[in-house]
């Protein structure tokens, strides 16, 4: 089992979802860049749950002992290793369901991969709860990327087919990414989040769960950033971004909206702006193009799964005696895995653009 990414930067998770800790080891950093761990702090805690009638009961804090790589708030060039405790468990919830193959869950594959050897309990190493030190890595990375004028931010784009206004394609600023990453309920028009957080309700009260899709940007990406096939800007961002559990699909700019288009609609005329930078007036290829980065705002969406566990009768199978039966799923689990999910798919994003700017 690797879960291991990247050539430039790497990255290493380690843990399961029920052990002692999680963790993860990024290797290749350059030595010398400042470490704000009070600021890496506010970032990881973007990912907790804070309203369990929206996300999961499981309370953990996600504090995390930086074990090697940073001295004196810089990092030292060693590769910067990190563990966050796991606090809150109750693996009993999983002692009768056992090896019973609990549908849109990796537990079957799992069972023929490694023979019945993996830990299932909270999902083990197949479970979410491996996105907190991925959204670590991604703090640190982050802040490397502020320190070269790159900016991040992400909100929640959609849950069970109610849509929060889109990112601006072309005139996305600063402060409207700080303004959405600041808030508990990441989107734009809270409006359309109070009609989220109702969907959401309703899934959990009817023991059931919806998905939806998250948006991030980065803005002040210097063009001529990636490289063409199959070392592109968006072969690196869709790869770490499918390692996120539940992520379904991923698209840039316009996306698969772009098939339905002709191309006079979706080419991006090209003009001089007042500095003499080439810039598009309209944004439909989301940052890149031939996979190397334009200047424009990179526009990149994932779309997440419904949560896989949910508290109705479901048919599945007995994986030690091959037996059909029925499982009925019990323990901790979001209604809508998207309300934690903007910050790990920016996360991501930083990582992947780490590796062609640090």
Known sequence: MSSTWGNR??????????????????DG????????????????????????TLST???????????????????????????????NVRSADYKDIGLLARPGHADFTAFVKYAGCSDFRGSGHFSG?????????????????????????????????????????????????????????AVLDDQKGEQMKAKIRAARDELDSVGGIVECAALHLPAGIGDPMFDGLESAVSSILFGIPAVKGVEFGAGFA?????????????????????????????????????????????????????????????LTDSAETEIEVKGRHDPCIVVRAAVCAESALAVALAQYLL
Do not use: W
């Open 9 to 26: 930067i790497k990255l290493s998770i380690f843990g399961e979802s029920h052990g002692p800790a999680i963790g993860v080891v990024v």
């Open 29 to 52: 950093l350059p030595a010398g860049l400042p470490i704000d761990e009070e600021a890496l702090y506010a970032h990881c805690a973007r990912r907790v749950s804070k309203d369990s």
């Open 57 to 87: 009961p499981r309370k953990e804090a996600d504090h995390f002992s930086i074990l090697s790589g940073v001295y004196r708030e810089r990092t030292t060039g060693a590769p910067l290793a990190a563990v966050i405790r796991n606090t």
């Open 129 to 185: 709860r491996l996105t907190a030190p991925l959204v670590f890595a991604g703090g640190v990375c982050k802040q490397l990327l502020e320190e070269k004028g790159v900016r991040l931010g992400s909100h929640i784009y959609a849950i069970a087919g109610v849509a929060d206004t889109p990112f601006d394609p072309v005139s996305l600023d600063d402060g409207t990414l700080a303004a959405v990453c600041a808030k508990d309920f």
């Open 258 to 318: 772009a098939a339905g288009l002709r191309g006079s609609q979706n080419n991006d005329p090209f003009y001089l702006a007042e500095n003499g930078a080439v810039k598009t007036r309209t944004n439909h290829h989301g940052g890149i193009l031939g996979g190397i980065s334009t200047g424009m705002p990179l526009i990149v969406r994932a779309a997440f799964k419904p949560t896989p566990s949910i508290s109705r009768k479901q048919q599945t199978v007995s």
